[in-house]
């Protein structure tokens, strides 16, 4: 019954490893032979647990909310299409 059973604790163990080394779900179920929805079907538990560790590995940085401060964002975000040209300065040269 053990040697049943090994391949699919392996496998387990596996995901879970590829999820706590940081590797995407997708990038799992290409490196199993799987579809990510049946990735996701059989083993859900790996893919949280392997997430929680990775997050504990490598923290990242987010911020709450983007800086609002002018001095990094002088002027508002020009509408899609338009061109402006800035001096060595940043100042606007054209409107």
């Known amino acids: 019954m053990d040697s049943l059973l090994a ?3 392996t496998r387990h ?3 879970r490893r590829m999820a706590s080394a940081g590797i995407g779900d997708q990038q799992i179920a290409i490196l199993l032979g799987v579809r990510l929805n049946t990735l996701k079907l059989f083993f859900p538990r790996e893919l949280e647990i392997g997430a929680v560790i990775a997050s ?3 923290p ?3 911020s709450a909310k983007p ?3 002018k ?3 002088p002027y508002e975000a020009p509408p ?3 061109l402006i ?3 060595p300065n940043g100042q606007r040269i054209s409107n």
Do not use: E, M, Q, W
Request: proline share 12%; with cysteine; hydrophobic share 35%.
């Open 85 to 87: 040209i800035c001096g």
């Open 80 to 82: 899609p299409g338009t």
């Open 67 to 69: 800086p609002t401060n």
């Open 56 to 58: 504990l590995r490598f």
């Open 71 to 73: 001095s990094t964002y």
């Open 60 to 62: 990242t940085k987010v």
């Open 13 to 15: 163990a596996k995901v």
């Open 7 to 9: 391949p699919a604790i």
